[in-house]
Nanobody, 126 residues
Framework: QVQLVESGGGLVQVGGSLRLSCAAS????????VGWFRQVPGKEREFVAA????????DYADSVKGRFTISRDNAKNTLYLQMNSLKPEDTAVYYC???????????????????WGQGTQVTVSS
């Protein structure tokens, strides 16, 4: 089983930047799809960004496209989310997730993912 640990969250002003990391232990990401999701209390978990580990295909939610960048470091078994031009509506708990798959495309559906991190809080202040 894969264990995921997020880090890098915190408080940032509107227009600022933040870089989230997701470190994996156990199995490698070589045959996994990985992604970032976020959740606000009282609302459903929503897709943010995803990447296929093998092919490198990426996908982004319309709300973050052009501002966020997802990437991975195969050697370090680590997933990243670079967040720029942050807005108050980006405030949420951010989770990384992984799912074993042979697909070469990114997976954006949360129900497809089997493993989840504990989450890291991102707060954008106006």
């Amino acid at each position: 089983q894969v264990q995921l640990v997020e880090s890098g969250g915190g408080l940032v002003q509107v227009g600022g930047s933040l870089r989230l990391s997701c470190a994996a232990s156990g199995r490698t990401f070589s045959t996994y799809a990985v992604g970032w999701f976020r959740q606000v209390p009282g609302k459903e978990r929503e897709f943010v960004a995803a990447i296929s580990w093998i092919g490198g295909d990426t996908d982004y939610a319309d709300s973050v496209k052009g501002r966020f960048t997802i990437s991975r470091d195969n050697a370090k078994n680590t997933l990243y989310l670079q967040m720029n031009s942050l807005k108050p509506e980006d405030t949420a708990v951010y989770y990384c997730a992984a799912c074993r798959t042979l697909d070469l495309v990114a997976i954006t559906t949360p129900n497809r993912y089997d493993y989840w991190g504990q989450g890291t809080q991102v707060t954008v202040s106006s």
